[in-house]
């Protein structure tokens, strides 16, 4: 139906850099929103970062002035992540809004399998 493939996550010394690129495939109308949440162990799942179709963008205080989130096209998504910080280890999930063809027109919320970030100190 609707798949999110993700790619980007590995191990980097903090300060350092990765770039999670997120792409959707499938029976797509359209993309809306898509986004990466991350999840370390032992803790909820939380929103890093955001982006519409229009571009607005919206990011977690945690990440701000270190993640860029961007929309390459309609149906890819990149996050940026600079100065990397142990704190962001996690496993780093893209999501995004989607109307699938033939199923009406409300959006339905797709998940990645998730990749790995780890950030040594």
């Known amino acids: 139906q609707v798949q999110l493939v993700e790619s980007g996550g590995g191990l980097v010394q903090a300060g350092g850099s990765l770039r999670l690129s997120c792409t959707a495939f499938g029976s797509i109308f359209r993309v809306n929103t898509m986004g990466w949440y991350r999840q370390a162990p032992g803790k909820e799942r939380e929103l890093v970062a955001d982006?519409?179709?229009?571009?607005?963008a919206n990011y977690a205080d945690s990440v701000k002035g270190r993640f860029t989130i961007s929309r390459d096209n309609a149906k890819k998504t990149v996050l940026q992540m600079n100065d990397l910080e142990s704190e962001d280890t996690a496993v780093y999930y893209c999501?995004?809004?989607?109307?699938?063809?033939?199923?009406?027109?409300?959006?339905?919320?797709?998940w990645g399998q998730g990749t790995q970030v780890t950030v040594s100190s």
């Open positions: 999501n995004a809004v989607v109307i699938v063809l033939g199923q009406g027109p409300s959006g339905r919320e797709f």
């Open positions: 982006i519409t179709r229009d571009g607005t």
